[in-house]
């Protein structure tokens, strides 16, 4: 049983293109995190959520604690984007303790 | 301001020995966890350390084990291992923890042969 679902799992999009990744899991969170992987391990965190949206330049993430789901848009799409996008969730109140989303892998062609 | 650091990044053991990562956090970070990634798991949550003490613990068995010193440098070890844990292992630092930017190192590769 996965706490955490994403989708797409692989994504190719031509440089331009608008894109959304979503992410919707089954249990009580106190935050949303999205995470870029590029290859060779590094992980960074584009955003953590709690409720409603937040941009970030190309960048934007909603959450609807409702529905538990979360998306993560990238407007304008550029090569440099291609990687792959995890959807993380915090289930602990006072302490980073994650359910990980399968991840979506990402290319974006020029 | 430097960033989380990890350390041997490759590495490659025998099944059967044992194994210590070490990571130190940004600097004034408490919190510190770490993470295994598989292909065929993807990442998962191993244990959180704050302020010496292990505040949240993942689904692992007992020869996967950490430990965070006074100055916030945490190590984790893995004893017995076996072809399976071949894996990225990433640790993570935040202020506090939840509700704080999460910041990862580049990890470290483990190769069981």
């Known amino acids: 049983k996965n706490e955490v679902e994403q989708s797409p799992q692989n994504l190719t999009a031509q440089e331009g293109e608008f894109i959304t990744i979503n992410c919707s899991y089954s249990v009580g969170i106190s935050a949303l995190h999205w995470l870029q992987q590029h290859p060779g391990g590094g992980i960074v965190s584009l955003f953590m959520?709690?409720?409603g949206k937040k941009k970030h330049g190309r960048l934007i993430a909603t959450i609807n604690i409702q529905e538990k789901h979360s998306s993560l848009h990238i407007t304008a799409s550029h090569p440099r984007d291609s990687a792959v996008y995890i959807c993380a969730v915090s289930i602990s109140n006072t302490g980073n303790q994650f359910y990980f989303g399968t991840g979506t892998s990402l290319t974006v062609i020029p | 301001k430097a960033g989380v650091t990890q350390t041997p990044r490759y590495l490659i053991k025998t099944r059967g020995q044992q194994v210590t990562l070490s990571c130190s956090p940004i600097s004034g970070h408490r919190s510190v966890s770490w993470y295994q990634q598989t292909p065929g798991q993807g990442l998962q949550f191993l244990f959180e350390?704050?302020?010496?003490?292990?505040?949240n613990k993942g689904n692992f068995p007992g020869r996967f084990s950490g430990r965070q010193f006074s100055n916030s440098r945490s190590e984790m070890n893995v004893s017995t291992l076996e072809l399976g844990d071949s894996a990225l292992y990433l640790c993570?630092?935040?202020?506090?923890?939840?509700?704080?930017?999460?910041?990862f190192g580049e990890g470290s590769w483990l190769t069981v042969v």
């Open positions: 959520l709690s409720s």
């Open positions: 350390y704050f302020s010496e003490t292990q505040r």
């Open positions: 993570a630092s935040s202020w506090s923890g939840s509700g704080n930017t999460i910041y």
